[in-house]
């Protein structure tokens, strides 16, 4: 299927419970192939220790999407908005809250290299646009040269190592 096509049978919606499972298949999926990517084990990660509960209160408090395929879901994403103090000891020079913390940002293997994160990405932005934040930001695993890259293309840049991380960890930003 090219690019062109994808926009015709895809869809981003908001989450909702009934959505659990499907976001949990995705999440085990995608896990995999990042912590293999990355150097890392599963439960070093809060994503790979979730369960379906866990996942439906996600959905029920906080601003949880998934990108359909189809009517099946193939992409996640949260978005949050905290205030900086709570991701970093840090200041972002320059930036004033509020702004947008993205997690659980997982599209299935068997998905990538079709657009659906780069499009999951475009509607964080345009989500964030509209809660007037002046920044993103988003952690991933350093070793994973493949992501950093991913979002490097994206305009995103290091904020700052993350020492407190089990293993080598960014804080990533985007103005």
């Not at 659990?20 to 990042?34: E, G, K, N």
């Not at 599963?42 to 029920?60: C, M, N, V, Y």
């Not at 998934?66 to 320059?94: C, D, K, W, Y």
């Amino acid at each position: 299927m090219n690019k062109e096509n994808l926009t015709h049978t895809t869809q981003i919606r908001k989450a909702v419970p009934d959505d659990a499972a499907a976001i949990c298949s995705v999440i085990s999926a995608a896990l995999v192939l990042y912590c293999t990517n990355s150097g890392i084990e599963k439960t070093q990660l809060a994503a790979g220790t979730e369960d379906l509960e866990s996942i439906r209160s996600l959905i029920q408090n906080s601003l949880f999407y998934v990108l359909e395929e189809n009517g099946a879901v193939i992409g996640t994403i949260r978005l949050s908005f905290p205030q900086m103090s709570e991701l970093s000891e840090n200041p972002a020079p320059g930036v004033k809250e509020p702004i947008c913390y993205i997690s659980r940002f997982y599209v299935h293997p068997s998905h990538h290299g079709k657009g659906i994160g780069h499009k999951l990405l475009q509607f964080s932005e345009k989500k964030a646009a509209e809660k007037n934040c002046h920044a993103l930001f988003l952690h991933t695993a350093l070793k994973n040269k493949k992501l950093v890259g991913f979002y490097a293309k994206r305009g995103f840049s290091l904020f700052e190592n993350c020492e407190s991380a089990p293993y080598p960890r960014g804080l990533f930003w985007k103005l």
